[in-house]
């Protein structure tokens, strides 16, 4: 049986966005053999696909398992079908990605390659074993997607000035600071592609390789077959590149490397776990770093976050609130006479929004703040002095691109605790 209009733990299902999925459990039964199974799984992922879908979920409860999609970040509930044809669509993707069959006593990893709706998808699948069964986790990447260009991912010119500028200066450490899909690695790309052509050596440390890109080395780590982080860092440094990309410092071996890195005159460019970009520094602090070693090699904070995007063909004119006027002079903004909202219209399937759009915030060292750091100050003080010295914060920038008409004022609460309480 379908349950496709019952609300499952009470969130409501949204067939719409998995169309393809819902006609053919109209026209067969649900891939409770694994003759239908292919054509289910193919038509999720095309489904997927054309609500631009980051990532697909086939989760086991008791009864039935519930298909999702996160789209624009938040992930919808599409369909519910029994349980036994849950466990055939796992197993199917585990096939695709030649991943053991067998029940997993542990989480695992695979690819595959899947062609739908004209894109060459890349998929990255996770498994991982629940008391219900196995969950599935697949990240959809296309695999010819293009890099976004710096002027593409929302920036302003001022703050794409001062990246275009380090990058010309090929020193110190650049870091995009932020919570998972806030859109970092989409920002340390377009800074490749700034570089693309350029007469200088560039060498990448990834895991995994999301975007091919001519003219530049990408190093994947696979512990797997044997090339483990530590491995691929020594090789990495041994090829003495001007720029140099490390996914992300996630541990003390890489935020070392980084240090050691940007330290003997190479331009380093990674990721961070942190709240705001004066976070990178106690983010660093945290895995052993100096605040000697972080005053000399830090240039650049960057802090950023995915909002969504209104749909301009149905956003529509709203009043503004006298506590929404507040928060923009707060901010020492001019109040606009009107904000957007969303309504929703075939288009972007009722939704109301089109996509995500980036909010920055961007901190460049200047001598104080290096002393700051390198006598302790804390996050409140680093953050005082940013702000004094010109940088925009997060919200600020939020506020402005609200203004436009780009995304509703709602949208300013995914910031997190620091935006709500001024919001
Ligand atoms: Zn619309």
């Known amino acids: 049986m379908i349950h496709a209009a019952v609300p499952v733990n009470e969130r409501q299902i949204e067939p719409r966005l998995a169309k393809r999925f819902h006609q053919l459990l109209q026209q067969h039964a649900p891939p409770a053999d694994l003759a239908f199974t292919e054509e289910f799984a193919m038509a999720l992922v095309a489904d997927a696909v054309q609500w631009k879908a980051s990532d697909l979920h086939v989760e086991p409860a008791v009864a039935e398992t519930r298909i999702r999609m996160r789209v624009d970040g938040l992930l919808h509930d599409v369909a519910a079908v029994p349980a036994v044809s849950g466990r055939h669509i796992v197993t199917y993707f585990k096939v695709l990605a030649q991943m053991d069959t067998s029940a997993l006593a542990r989480p695992e990893h695979g690819h595959a390659r899947m062609d739908a709706s004209g894109m060459q998808l890349d998929l990255r699948i996770t498994v991982v074993p629940t008391p219900n069964g196995e969950m599935l986790g697949i990240r959809l990447l296309d695999g010819l997607r293009t890099v976004l260009r710096l002027d593409e991912i929302g920036m302003s010119g001022p703050e794409q000035s001062h990246l275009r500028q380090w990058l010309s200066e090929i020193q110190g450490m650049l870091l995009v600071c932020g919570p998972v899909g806030s859109g970092k690695t989409t920002t340390l790309y377009s800074l490749l592609r700034e570089l693309q052509g350029r007469p200088c050596g560039i060498v990448t440390l990834e895991d995994p390789v999301e975007n091919l890109m001519d003219g530049i080395t990408q190093i994947e780590v696979n512990e797997k077959r044997g090339l483990t982080f530590s491995d691929a860092i020594r090789a990495m440094l041994r090829l003495d590149p001007d720029f140099l990309l490390l996914g992300e410092i996630r541990d003390p071996e890489s935020a ?88 929703g219209c075939d288009v972007c399937a009722g939704t109301g929004f089109d996509g995500r759009l980036g909010v920055f915030e961007l901190w460049r060292l200047d001598s104080e703040a290096r002393s700051l750091i390198q006598h302790g100050a804390d996050e409140p003080a680093l953050r005082q002095h940013a702000k004094a010295s010109g940088s925009r914060t997060l919200l600020a920038d939020a506020l402005e691109k609200t203004a436009a008409g780009l995304t509703p004022f709602a949208e300013i609460l995914r910031l997190g605790r620091q935006a709500r309480s001024a919001a």
């Not at 301009?312 to 002079?329: M, N, P, Y």
């Open 256 to 343: 070392h490397t980084a240090i050691t890195a940007a330290g003997s005159g190479q331009a380093l460019l990674s990721t961070l776990h942190a709240r705001d970009s004066v976070g990178a520094v106690t983010a660093l602090r945290n895995y052993g770093v100096k605040n000697w070693e972080i005053s000399a090699a830090l240039e650049i904070g960057v802090a950023q976050r995915l909002l969504r995007r209104l749909c301009l063909r149905c956003r529509v004119e709203t009043e503004i609130t006298d506590a929404q006027k507040e928060c923009f002079s707060e901010n020492g903004m001019v109040a606009p006479t009107r904000l957007w909202k969303p309504i």
